[in-house]
C-alpha cells in the first residue's frame, strides 16, 4: 500500500509539473478550457491525477472551477508573477526570522553547505543543478523555522516560477547576485542578526521579482 500512494504522489506530481510547465510556455492557451479526457489523452494518465491535479491548480489560481464550464485556465500575467513574489517574500521573511531565532549549529552547518552547493552550481552553467540547489537553499530555512502551514504554502507556484525563469532565463549578472543575496543570508542568520536576515530575504525576493518581470 505504500509502495501504491507513493507511485500516486509521484504520477501527480510529474502531472503537475508538465501542466506548469505547458501552461508558462504557452502551449496550454490562457482562457482554455481544461478538459479531463483531453488531459488524460495528452499526458498518458488515468482520470483520478488529472482531476486531482486540477484541483491543486485552482488551490494556486492557475486554473478556475467555474459551474458548468469546468476547468478554464487563467493568464499568466506580470500581476500576477508579481503577486507570487509578494506573497513569497512575506513567508520568507516569517520563516528566516523563525530561522535565525531557532538555528543549531548542525544547522547551521547544513545552511552553509548548501549555499556553496548553489554557488558551485552558478558556475558549471547546469540551469538544472542551479534550481535545484537553490530549492534545497530555501527549504532547509524553511525546515529550520519549523511552520509547516508557511511552508506548504511557500511551495504553491514554486515550480511555475521556476518555469518561468527557465522560459525567459537568467543573466550571468542575476545569478552572481543570487550567490551574493544567499551569502548575506547566511551571514545574518549566522550572526542571529533578525533584523539583517529579514532584509537580506526581502532584497533578494524583491529583486528575483524585478527581474523576472523585466524580461517578460
Not at 500500500?1 to 507511485?7: F, H, I, L, P, Q
Not at 459551474?67 to 521573511?93: C, M, N, Q, W, Y
Not at 547546469?126 to 508557511?150: C, G, M, W, Y
Amino acid at each position: 500500500m505504500v509502495t501504491s500512494n507513493r507511485m500516486s504522489e509521484t504520477i501527480s506530481e510529474r502531472l503537475l509539473a508538465a501542466i506548469r510547465r505547458d501552461i508558462v510556455l504557452g502551449d496550454l492557451a490562457p482562457g482554455s478550457r481544461l478538459r479531463v479526457d483531453e488531459l488524460s489523452k495528452r499526458y498518458g494518465t488515468s482520470h483520478i491525477p488529472v482531476r486531482e491535479a486540477l484541483l491543486q491548480l485552482a488551490g494556486e489560481r492557475l486554473v478556475r472551477l467555474e459551474p458548468h464550464k469546468g476547468a478554464v485556465l487563467r493568464t499568466v500575467t506580470p500581476k500576477f508573477v508579481a503577486d507570487i513574489h509578494d506573497t513569497r517574500a512575506a513567508i520568507e521573511s516569517l520563516l528566516i526570522r523563525r530561522a535565525t531565532e531557532k538555528i543549531t549549529s548542525a544547522e547551521m552547518e547544513d545552511l552553509e553547505s548548501l549555499c556553496e552547493a548553489h554557488a558551485a552550481a552558478a558556475t558549471t552553467g547546469n540551469d538544472i543543478a542551479l534550481s535545484e540547489t537553490n530549492k534545497a537553499f530555501h527549504r532547509h530555512i524553511a525546515q529550520v523555522a519549523d511552520n509547516p502551514e508557511a511552508s506548504y504554502i511557500l511551495d504553491q507556484g514554486w515550480d511555475l516560477v521556476i518555469s518561468l525563469r527557465h522560459r525567459f532565463a537568467q543573466a550571468p549578472e542575476r545569478i552572481a547576485d543570487i550567490v551574493r543575496q544567499h551569502r548575506s543570508i547566511v551571514a545574518a542568520v549566522r550572526a542571529r542578526d533578525i533584523d539583517q536576515a529579514v532584509c537580506a530575504v526581502q532584497e533578494h525576493c524583491d529583486s528575483a521579482r524585478d527581474d523576472l518581470l523585466a524580461r517578460m
